[in-house]
């Protein structure tokens, strides 16, 4: 089993930067494509961003191309991702989510690509 646990998320004024981090609990971590995603209130589930198992390859949806930067450190099991020039559109409770293997069968930005989910952090964007 793996056990995903977002952390980093509160409240912060428009332009402000916040950094979630996503641990993992498993050793398979280091061999799995991770995403992060985010549902605001009434709002479907949309993709934010992804990372290669090695994190040499990264994608982005236009939105948040140039503000927000994923990242890992295998080392330590961990999943990141850096927001900046936030928005009050970036509200969300955000969560992070482990790639379905072998990846190459699956698109990395459809919420069936992920079999596990962490709970959520919420991130409030706010004057």
């Known amino acids: 089993q793996v056990q995903l646990v977002e952390s980093g998320g509160g409240l912060v004024q428009p332009g402000g930067s916040l950094r979630l981090s996503c641990a993992a609990s498993g050793r398979s971590f280091s061999s799995a494509y991770m995403g992060w995603f985010r549902q605001g209130p009434g709002k479907e589930r949309e993709f934010v961003a992804g990372?290669?198992?090695?994190?040499?390859?990264?994608d982005y949806p236009d939105f948040v191309k140039g503000r927000f930067t994923i990242s890992r450190d295998n080392a330590k099991s961990t999943a990141y991702l850096q927001m900046n020039s936030l928005k009050p559109e970036d509200t969300a409770t955000y969560y992070c989510?482990?790639?379905?293997?072998?990846?190459?069968?699956?698109?990395?930005?459809?919420?069936?690509?992920?079999?596990?989910w962490g709970q959520g952090t919420q991130v409030t964007v706010s004057s």
């Open positions: 989510a482990r790639g379905r293997a072998p990846y190459s069968l699956y698109s990395g930005r459809a919420t069936n690509a992920y079999d596990y």
């Open positions: 990372i290669s198992y090695d994190g040499h390859n990264t």
